[in-house]
């Protein structure tokens, strides 16, 4: 899949991929289509919540953006990095779900 490209690999040898921060949040591609879209899941845990028991709003931004960087490594075929991110919230995320 996306990190399993050798041309890539050695264009950018030094590169950790996939990066530590999407390992560690537990980040799994689900399916990526060059030109069209990426699925990626994260899992949601207790350890990631508030003091109300949802979702903290900094973890979801991480997620989004382990997702729109994974998308652009793919897309652009270069590492890239986020300049500016903004997360508008519709409901909470509950560990438990439903999502």
Same mark, same amino acid.
Not at 4 to 31: C, H, Q, T, W
Not at 53 to 79: E, M, V, W, Y
């Given at each position: 899949?996306?990190?399993?490209?050798?041309?890539?690999?050695?264009?950018?040898?030094?590169?950790?991929?996939?990066?530590?921060? *999407?390992? =560690?949040?537990? @980040? #799994?591609?689900? =399916?990526f289509k060059?030109?069209? @879209?990426?699925?990626?899941?994260?899992?949601?845990?207790?350890?990631?919540?508030?003091?109300? @028991?949802?979702?903290?709003? @900094?973890?979801?931004? #991480?997620? *989004?953006?382990?997702?729109?960087?994974?998308? =652009? *490594?793919?897309?652009?075929?270069?590492?890239?990095?986020?300049?500016? %991110? =903004? %997360?508008? *919230?519709?409901?909470? %995320?509950?560990p438990e779900?439903?999502?």
């Amino acid at each position: 899949m996306i990190y399993e490209d050798e041309e890539l690999k050695s264009r950018y040898p030094s590169l950790l991929m996939p990066p530590p921060s *999407f390992v =560690a949040s537990g @980040g #799994n591609i689900l =399916a990526f289509k060059p030109g069209e @879209g990426i699925r990626v899941a994260f899992p949601v845990r207790s350890d990631q919540s508030n003091p109300t @028991g949802t979702l903290q709003s @900094g973890i979801l931004g #991480n997620i *989004f953006d382990g997702a729109f960087g994974r998308l =652009a *490594f793919a897309s652009l075929r270069r590492p890239r990095v986020s300049i500016d %991110v =903004a %997360v508008s *919230f519709i409901r909470p %995320v509950r560990p438990e779900g439903p999502w």
